[in-house]
């Protein structure tokens, strides 16, 4: 059973036609964030709390804002990184508290990725090892654009790499992870940023079926079983 849900806590339901702003999902401590585009009456994200495994088959259910420094708006996407939900409000992405989703401590925990134009899509890069050690980052597309973000905001490292400067994808569900890196729909077929942050030429097979599609927010694929499907 599910408990806390009333009729001032849950998300409108998405519009069925047109354009699609999908409810994104995290995993961040012990909580699972739900990025929603019906969000409404105040309330930022949505979350079940306390999960474990004695806990899973009696989950609680809550809205709400982060504490300490609100998010100014309701995020469009949510992802872990570092042990933290990184929170993508337009161009900006809000980083949480170390495994504590609800809260930001420091006005500080904020990054601006490129041009005011809006991220799309969050994507965690699979762990690399290179000659510094083991090397993780957390991909932002835009429609035209890919940035790689590295390190952690207590750390001090934080940093910002373009990627990119003509690729991106307005498909967020055509994001997918995979052993040999992420794959995704650009506007001339399918890409992959691979290990070490090189972007691919579209697969040659797979270009023109994707050149007309209607709603292209409306894409959805999943890698499994070193099969992407699209």
């Not at 469009?76 to 504590?100: C, G, K, P």
């Not at 097979?205 to 994707?210: A, C, Q, R």
Request: net charge neutral; proline share 7%.
């Amino acid at each position: 059973p599910i408990s806390g849900v009333t009729s001032s806590n849950v998300p409108l339901a998405a519009p069925s036609t047109g354009d699609w702003k999908p409810a994104k999902i995290a995993n961040v401590g012990n909580h699972l964030m739900i990025a929603h585009p019906g969000a409404t009456g105040g309330n930022m994200f949505y979350y079940f709390t306390n999960i474990t495994p004695s806990t899973i088959t009696n989950l609680t259910w809550g809205a709400g804002n982060t504490a300490t420094v609100p998010l100014p708006s309701p995020p469009t996407h949510v992802e872990m990184f570092y042990n933290r939900a990184f929170y993508v409000i337009q161009n900006q992405i809000w980083m949480s508290d170390s495994l504590d989703p609800l809260t930001i401590t420091n006005a500080g925990q904020v990054l601006f990725i490129g041009n005011s134009s809006d991220i799309v899509a969050l994507a965690s890069q699979p762990l690399t090892t290179g000659t510094q050690g083991i090397l993780n980052g957390l991909l932002a597309f835009k429609c035209n654009s890919i940035y790689q973000i590295t390190g952690d905001y207590s750390l001090g490292n934080l940093a910002i790499n373009q990627l990119s400067g003509s690729t991106g994808t307005i498909a967020s569900r055509s994001v997918a992870q995979s052993p040999g890196g992420v794959l995704f729909m650009a506007l001339d077929g399918i890409r992959a940023v691979n290990l070490a942050g090189t972007i691919s030429e579209p697969l040659s097979d797979l270009v023109y079926i994707f050149y007309n599609v209607i709603t292209p927010s409306r894409v959805a694929a999943a890698y499994v079983a070193d099969t992407y499907r699209i």
